[in-house]
T-cell receptor, first 117, second 110 residues
């Protein structure tokens, strides 16, 4: 089946540094990818929608200058957390739609645990 | 804005019991609905996808029903096993994104 590979699975960084998270579709082309954030014992919150070759669409309240998203190819989207602070510590998950039509559903990466110290 | 509620928030049952997980959503104009499983510290695994035109979908011991007009979906897990212990998430999809509930955390005791 369709697989989305997300790396790294966990990362610890110092406050003020930047961290890049990669999301790759391994056996299919993903025109659209999605980035979510999840706090402990809470639901997934959609941060932004990433479209190949165009600017990402950010949800209300998400700082686009802090969470940089790049979708340069049909198989790779990246999320860069810039000037990270402890409050950015969270679980980040990417997702891709399985086809150009929504009826095919979505598949998710394995997530990245970010800890900012 | 789509609001998704999952009841109960947590469930603990002995092995072998059938599980019933409920999901309700406020906007019935959905394209489809997916049920996911999430293990601690892991990503999401898709369990079932129900199109808006369907009433139910089955896969092995799992069965999900959808009543789009009333904004409800139910996930049934038959003959539960300890390996079914996880958080189950309901996600109705509109034409461009999924919305998630907080999930039901299931513990199946051996």
């Amino acid at each position: 089946g369709a697989v989305v590979s997300q790396h790294p699975s966990w990362v610890i960084c110092k406050s003020g540094t930047s961290v890049k998270i990669e999301c790759r579709s391994l056996d299919f082309q993903a025109t659209t990818m999605f980035w979510y954030r999840q706090f402990p014992k809470q639901s997934l919150m959609l941060m932004a929608t990433s479209n190949e070759g165009s600017k990402a669409t950010y949800e209300q309240g998400v700082e686009k200058d802090k969470f940089l998203i790049n979708h340069a190819s049909l198989t790779l989207s990246t999320l860069t957390v810039t000037s990270a602070h402890p409050e950015d510590s969270s679980f980040y998950i990417c997702s891709a739609s399985l086809g150009t039509e929504r009826k095919y559903g979505y598949t998710f990466g394995s997530g990245t645990r970010l800890t900012v110290v | 804005k789509q609001e998704v509620t999952q009841i109960p928030a947590a469930l603990s049952v002995p092995e072998g019991e059938n599980l019933v997980l409920n999901c309700s959503f406020t906007d019935s104009a959905i394209y489809n609905l997916q049920w996911f499983r999430q293990d601690p510290g892991k990503g999401l695994t898709s369990l079932l996808l129900i199109q808006s035109s369907q009433r139910e979908q089955t896969s092995g011991r799992l069965n999900a029903s959808l009543d789009k007009s009333s904004g409800r979906s139910t996930l049934y897990i038959a003959a539960s096993q300890p390996g079914d212990s996880a958080t189950y998430l309901c996600a109705p999809g509109d034409d461009y994104k999924l919305s998630f509930g907080a999930g039901t955390t299931v513990t199946v005791r051996a």
